[in-house]
């Protein structure tokens, strides 16, 4: 069983558009919660489950808490194992247009996209850091997003030994396609020691002022393996979460 990790709070994503809201997808993307809000995010599939829980307790920042719950264990093949997951996001800044911005991400616990080998890695055993680029195209039914980081896996292997390894996620997502629909597709993976196989997801995401429901597939590009069939939901609550009444969006 992962170690218990003192509940910090919730978030994970609230956009101006509805074409870069993420769900179940490895990537990320500039754009923060409005202050108060709360959001849910849910994941089911072929090789595990996760639910994340997000929160915009302070301007311009996102705390978020997750658990995946693999059904058997990646590192001998019987059981089943959960893991945990602390980060942060911070936006950084944005062009006047509100067609590119930045934000930096970090925390402990790693994602199962960036497994090391099939390793587990819960919070306190991988820590990381990733910067996030947005840009959006078409009148906003475009975007991309654009997510370098550097990840290190701690008392690794049979020596104890840390690996390092850079990590890389791309996302497009495409709107207008399909009535209230979103086509998203992404790659990512891990380079170094911390290797990952490059991999890739795509699928397709119905958006609604506050729920999201997206059905995808991901696999590694060599066909080795990956996520496979999934679904997955996001919920986004209404301004509750700020000290002393949250004041209305103007």
Not at 10 to 29: K, M
Not at 123 to 135: H, K, R
Request: with cysteine; aromatic share 12%; net charge negative.
């Amino acid at each position: 069983m992962a170690k218990a990790v003192a509940c910090l709070a919730i978030v994970f994503l609230y956009l101006t558009s509805p074409a870069s809201h993420a769900q179940q997808f490895n990537g990320d993307n500039q754009w923060v919660a409005p202050h108060g809000v709360a959001t849910l995010v849910g994941v089911v599939g072929e090789d595990y489950s996760q639910f994340i829980a997000t929160a915009a307790l302070i301007p311009e920042y996102e705390f978020n808490i997750g658990f995946t719950h693999y059904y058997d264990d990646p590192v001998d093949g019987s059981g089943s194992y959960t893991a945990n997951s602390l980060y942060v996001k911070k936006r950084l800044s944005q062009n006047e247009a509100e067609t590119a911005g930045y934000a930096l991400m970090f925390g402990t616990g790693l994602w199962p996209e960036h497994l090391e080998g099939d390793e587990v890695s819960s919070a306190g055993e991988s820590w990381w850091v990733n910067g996030v680029a947005t840009y959006s195209f078409n009148n906003d039914q475009v975007s991309l997003d654009l997510l370098p980081g550097v990840v290190l896996n701690t008392d690794k292997g049979q020596n104890g030994e840390n690996a390092w390894g850079f990590t890389y996620a791309s996302r497009l997502a495409v709107a207008g396609l399909i009535p209230q629909s979103s086509i998203v597709a992404e790659v990512f993976g891990t380079l170094g020691e911390a290797q990952a196989e490059p991999s890739y997801r795509f699928g397709v995401r119905w958006d609604s002022p506050k729920l999201y429901i997206a059905l995808t597939y991901s696999d590694a590009f060599d066909g080795s393996g990956g996520a496979g069939m999934e679904l997955g939901f996001m919920y986004l609550t209404d301004p509750r979460l700020c000290r002393g009444g949250c004041r209305p969006r103007r």
